[in-house]
């Protein structure tokens, strides 16, 4: 584990802001107040581990890394030690960490680390960042979203208590993705553990969803399920949950066809019978009856003028996401479904490697929209000549800030290296001429903030 150095520490924190200064942030894509399903609460130096889960899985035959992600999900502690001392396990973790020192990641979560917590040993860091989640965490983030000058966020989680988390500041979003596989997934054979994460995730939703349904599983025809999957929106809509989102591309290709009812419907019945028979579920009948899914429930987030989130791009550090299923281009399709014309939908994440993709998708569609989130606290120089791009392309009303952390640290340095990333494109803008200074400072309250209010209705 490295020392999150001052010099680290001070480096983005000691760039002048400009335009976005005093501006307050409202924070497109965050994860504020989720735990993943098994996950053990953990401080700062757990987001080094997740990171290092590549190099782990490239060092160890795939059999053993897909034992040892069972075990540390399963907290099976037996396990885990067995591994450890057959394929030291913590060595190759280490490694990771010391090769992620030169990465803005690094850089960024000793910026947020030492902002919350002071100049500190790393296992007192280690230490006060857990305990800070365990003891309050929302005061922690709290306190990252005043050090922010962030006013909300906008927060992608399965469920949240808005008696503890205020929906003031934070607003929650649903995931559609698990309405899609009411029957579970084709088996896995391929590498790494981010894809079957994701599923698992993916099925604990929608068993809890069923459940406040009054159902076990899933009902018994395809017409009776959508009757379901529209009620729990409808309902979430009602409990204060501000938009959708879609992030199957870690489980599947971006590209949605637009499949027949009734052949939706054979494929439910299909897939049904399959999972009750234990029999592995066919691939094209689950794509079937997930593109038909798709269609159907962003057709009722027009009715309930709902803005729906899609994950483009690139995934997390591990295989599992392919690249090229999560290449926005696949959306054409179903973003140019007439029935979808009024559907609000922002392309997330800066869609790197497919940021150009992104803006000449934006700039067709008047309903499709883009954010930078988790480029803030990724990448550096790449993001200030994406936002140079996109804000010389694009119309004042089409960009939004965000950071796609749930993490404390990473939203206090996310939105400041966010913030000195737009700052620098419209210093370029503004340095040639092409804006004057009254229309810079429009759009860096127009991308900290007021496309987002517009988009999602909160000035209505």
Known sequence: MLTPTPSLARRAAHVPLTWSDGVPAIDHHSHAGYVRPGEHIHGYDGYERENAMGHVEANLPHAVY????????????????????????????????????????????????????GDRSPADLAVASADGRRTDFLGLYDKALVLSD?????????????????????????????????????VFTERGADAPRFRRIFGSILTDQLRLAGLEEPPATLDEYLDVVRASITRRRQEGYVGLKIASAYVRSLE????????????????????????????????????????????????????????????HS???????????????????????????????????????????????????????????????????????????????NKVMFGTDTGSPEFHVSGTRRGR???????????????????????LAERVMHQNLRDVYGFDR
């Open 318 to 396: 591990e295989p599992g996401l392919k690249l090229a299923g999560a290449n926005p281009i696949l959306l054409e399709q179903f973003l140019d479904t007439p029935a979808l014309n009024r559907l609000r939908v922002i392309l997330i994440h800066g869609g790197y490697p497919y940021g150009s993709y992104l803006a000449a998708m934006s700039q067709a569609r008047g309903n499709v929209f883009v954010d930078f989130s988790w480029m803030t606290y990724l990448q550096e120089h790449t993001l200030h000549r994406m936002l140079e791009e996109w804000l010389e392309l694009l119309p004042a």
């Open 66 to 117: 897909g034992e040892y992600t069972r075990a540390v999900f399963e907290h099976d502690a037996a396990a885990l030690g067995r591994l450890e001392t057959e394929w030291n396990i913590a060595k190759l973790i280490d490694q990771s960490v010391l090769f992620q020192s030169t990465t803005v990641h690094a850089a960024a979560l000793a910026e947020g680390t030492v902002a919350l917590f």
């Open 150 to 186: 962030t006013e909300s966020v906008i927060t992608d989680l399965p469920a949240i208590d808005a008696s503890i988390w205020p929906h003031s500041r934070y607003k929650p979003i649903a995931r559609i993705d698990p309405y899609l596989y009411p029957f579970g997934h084709p």
């Open 420 to 442: 000195v990333a737009l700052d620098a494109a419209l210093g370029s803008g503004r340095a040639s001429g092409l804006w004057s200074a009254r229309q810079a400072a429009w």
């Open 256 to 315: 949605f066809v637009r499949t027949p009812l009734q052949d939706a419907r054979i494929a439910y019945t299909a897939l049904q019978a399959a999972a009750q028979a234990g029999s592995a579920l066919l691939p094209a009948q689950h794509k079937a009856l997930a593109d038909h899914l798709v269609y159907a429930i962003a057709e009722h987030a027009v009715e309930l003028d709902l803005p729906l989130q899609i994950h483009t791009g690139m995934g």
